[in-house]
C-alpha cells in the first residue's frame, strides 16, 4: 500500500432510515485528495453488494492523526 487512509461513511438501512451503522473501508489512496477520487465508485460497488442499504454520509480520512475531510 502507497498509504493507509480510509473512506468513512454511515449506511441507513432503505426500509427503516433511522437504522443506520458507521462503516468504513480502506483505500490504497497516497492522500486525501485521491481518496476523494476513488470514493464514489467505492462506494458504488459497496452499494451493489448491500442494496438494502444507502449512504447517508461519508469522509475521507487517515486515523488516528486526521479527522478526514467532510463532504
Do not use: N
Not at 54 to 67: Q, V
Amino acid at each position: 500500500m502507497t498509504g493507509v487512509f480510509f473512506l468513512y461513511f454511515t449506511a441507513c438501512l432503505t426500509r427503516a432510515p433511522d437504522t443506520c451503522e458507521s462503516r468504513k473501508l480502506a483505500l490504497d489512496v497516497e492522500d486525501a485528495t485521491a481518496c476523494l477520487h476513488v470514493a464514489q465508485p467505492q462506494l458504488a460497488g459497496w452499494i451493489g453488494t448491500h442494496p438494502e442499504f444507502r449512504i447517508t454520509a461519508w469522509r475521507c480520512g487517515a486515523p488516528p492523526r486526521d479527522l478526514g475531510i467532510r463532504i
